[in-house]
């Protein structure tokens, strides 16, 4: 199986997971052109992508999904909430022939593939993470939450990869420009995981079986890529899991075999 992070960040995610044969885009906030660029960049083949799996409505998140759905016959797994929430606010409707409905705590099955969308914490309409199991292999893309509840920890368990939000560095954001607003609702229950938060979580979820992690949607202007991989690092100290950190403009790809 390999995985790939397109972009990350507040200026748009996407993430690519594929068995060499099918890919599944998880998210989809850049450009249609920048996740084909940057498939091709990795060898990855664009011609692959068959579906794209939304977390929740943010347009860092679903800035490309007008595109999409006018360019690409691919499938479009949502909630219910957030379909009607992308037609209401953005006029951008999920035909119901290209809609695989996405129920928090309900695995569907993908040509194969089992997914598995799980609830999150954060300011959006029933907002989701998702846990892919393809190849006998696990792997769970986690950003966009306030807080790592007992459910997040429970679905993070028993995997190959996990990407995880490493947003911000507390220091960094109560000293930093954010107006007081927004500084309060990032450090909210539905706001965006702090680095102490993201190794905590690792921490609980760490097991001989985790071989990779990858840091995601980490601010460009609360965090730098060295504080997140330090607290990820204490939090792995003597495992032998890999750990990588997702960038908003250069994409990173790699494999759990
Ligand atoms: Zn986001
Ligand atoms: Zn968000």
């Given at each position: 199986m390999h995985y790939a992070a397109l972009a990350s960040g507040s200026k748009g995610n996407c993430h690519a997971v594929s068995d060499g044969g099918r890919t599944l885009l998880?998210?989809?906030?850049?450009?249609l052109r920048q996740i084909r660029e940057r498939l091709a960049i990795l060898n990855?083949?664009?011609?692959?992508?068959q579906a794209v799996a939304l977390t929740h409505e943010h347009s860092d998140h679903i800035g490309a999904l007008g595109v999409i759905l006018r360019r690409t016959d691919w499938a479009v797994i949502a909630t219910s909430e957030l379909r009607a929430t992308l037609r209401a606010s953005r006029g951008l409707d999920i035909p119901p022939g290209r809609w695989i409905e996405a129920r928090p705590g309900h695995p569907l099955d993908w040509n194969g593939w089992r997914i598995l969308p799980f609830s999150v914490p954060?300011?959006?309409?029933?907002p989701v993470a998702y846990r892919i199991e393809a190849g006998g292999r696990q792997m769970a893309v986690v950003t966009d939450l306030g807080q790592p509840t007992a459910l997040v920890a429970d679905h993070c368990?028993?995997?190959?990869?996990l990407a995880l939000e490493a947003n911000h560095d507390l220091d960094m954001l109560r000293e930093g420009d954010y107006p007081p607003h927004l500084k309060a609702r990032i450090l909210s229950r539905v706001g965006h995981l702090s680095n102490g938060a993201m190794a905590e979580l690792l921490a609980q979820v760490?097991?001989?079986?985790?071989?990779a992690v990858v840091l995601a949607?980490?601010?460009?202007?609360?965090?730098h890529p060295g504080l997140a991989r330090f607290a990820a690092e204490e939090a792995l100290r003597g495992s032998a899991t890999s750990l990588q950190v997702a960038h908003q403009r250069n994409p990173i790809a790699l494999s759990v075999a």
């Amino acid at each position: 199986m390999h995985y790939a992070a397109l972009a990350s960040g507040s200026k748009g995610n996407c993430h690519a997971v594929s068995d060499g044969g099918r890919t599944l885009l998880v998210d989809a906030g850049v450009s249609l052109r920048q996740i084909r660029e940057r498939l091709a960049i990795l060898n990855l083949d664009a011609a692959s992508v068959q579906a794209v799996a939304l977390t929740h409505e943010h347009s860092d998140h679903i800035g490309a999904l007008g595109v999409i759905l006018r360019r690409t016959d691919w499938a479009v797994i949502a909630t219910s909430e957030l379909r009607a929430t992308l037609r209401a606010s953005r006029g951008l409707d999920i035909p119901p022939g290209r809609w695989i409905e996405a129920r928090p705590g309900h695995p569907l099955d993908w040509n194969g593939w089992r997914i598995l969308p799980f609830s999150v914490p954060h300011d959006a309409v029933d907002p989701v993470a998702y846990r892919i199991e393809a190849g006998g292999r696990q792997m769970a893309v986690v950003t966009d939450l306030g807080q790592p509840t007992a459910l997040v920890a429970d679905h993070c368990r028993d995997l190959d990869l996990l990407a995880l939000e490493a947003n911000h560095d507390l220091d960094m954001l109560r000293e930093g420009d954010y107006p007081p607003h927004l500084k309060a609702r990032i450090l909210s229950r539905v706001g965006h995981l702090s680095n102490g938060a993201m190794a905590e979580l690792l921490a609980q979820v760490l097991s001989p079986r985790l071989r990779a992690v990858v840091l995601a949607h980490l601010s460009e202007a609360n965090n730098h890529p060295g504080l997140a991989r330090f607290a990820a690092e204490e939090a792995l100290r003597g495992s032998a899991t890999s750990l990588q950190v997702a960038h908003q403009r250069n994409p990173i790809a790699l494999s759990v075999a």
